[in-house]
């Protein structure tokens, strides 16, 4: 597979084509950033953990009939996918309450919610990336209505999913971020990446962060709670 020309660069990750028109690589980038990029570094390592985690994760959600991206891993800190538009909407799955939602609304963080809440942000980093709902999005023609459902719907499902393997790591799934896009036959599929980038992932005994909120709070190494989350992950998939 030759890599051919840069597409795109993001925050955490290039994607370049390859000599396969539907097939892109995505390389993982040791970059950090938080708060719309007002706080910015590098860890060494980080980008290979969160490729690795990320193909676990998605690998685990093929196996569940959830359809995705994500081909193979190529390497490190690269993996192959299928080419997709996204569709400029992050849809984050809520479980227990933090961060935005827990200053927002009042919750304490750690609150346990009744019942999954999903939101939605309109991708746009000039705007901050807001939050919208469903008339915001209906107005600004980012998706029609049933393709919405589908999105909310994918986005429970894989809720479901991570739950039930996380809890065999001893983590719990505070909330996360997923994206999606159309492949070239106009299905919708999961895209991005589902690392602890993109996951709130607290010890399910000691509420340990071992997500981005290390490098966001300052709690220490992205790069040690990363490697516990990849370790964890590796050792309940050994015994399943």
Not at 2 to 20: I, V, W
Not at 64 to 79: A, D, F, M, Y
Not at 112 to 134: M, R, T
Not at 135 to 148: A, E, Y
């Amino acid at each position: 597979m030759d890599k051919g020309q840069l597409l795109y660069e993001g925050k955490a990750k290039r994607l370049f084509e390859t000599d396969q028109s539907d097939v892109l690589i995505v390389e993982y980038k040791n970059d950090l950033t938080a708060f719309n990029g007002e706080k910015k570094a590098q860890e060494q390592g980080k980008g290979a953990l969160n490729n690795q985690i990320s193909s676990i994760l998605f690998e685990r959600l093929n196996r569940e009939g959830i359809s995705n991206h994500w081909l193979e891993q190529l390497n490190q800190t690269e993996q192959l996918v299928q080419h997709n538009e996204i569709i400029p909407i992050e849809v984050v799955v809520r479980n227990i309450a933090a961060g935005s939602l827990a200053k927002r609304i009042g919750l304490k963080e750690g609150r346990e919610l009744a019942f999954p809440i999903v939101e939605y942000y309109y991708k746009d980093d000039d705007l901050g990336d807001p939050l919208i709902n469903e008339d915001h999005i209906k107005l600004l023609n980012l998706v029609n209505q049933s393709d919405l459902n589908q999105m909310k719907e994918m986005a429970l499902k894989v809720n479901d999913a991570l739950i039930e393997l996380f809890e065999a790591c001893e983590i719990k799934l505070v909330d996360f971020k997923l994206e999606f896009g159309y492949d070239r036959s106009g299905q919708i599929i999961l895209s991005d990446e589902v690392s602890p980038d993109t996951c709130r992932l607290w010890d399910i005994h000691t509420n340990e962060k071992l997500d981005k909120d290390v490098f966001r709070q300052g709690l220490g190494s992205v790069e040690h709670a990363y490697k516990i989350i990849l370790n964890r992950l590796k050792g309940a998939l050994s015994h399943g």
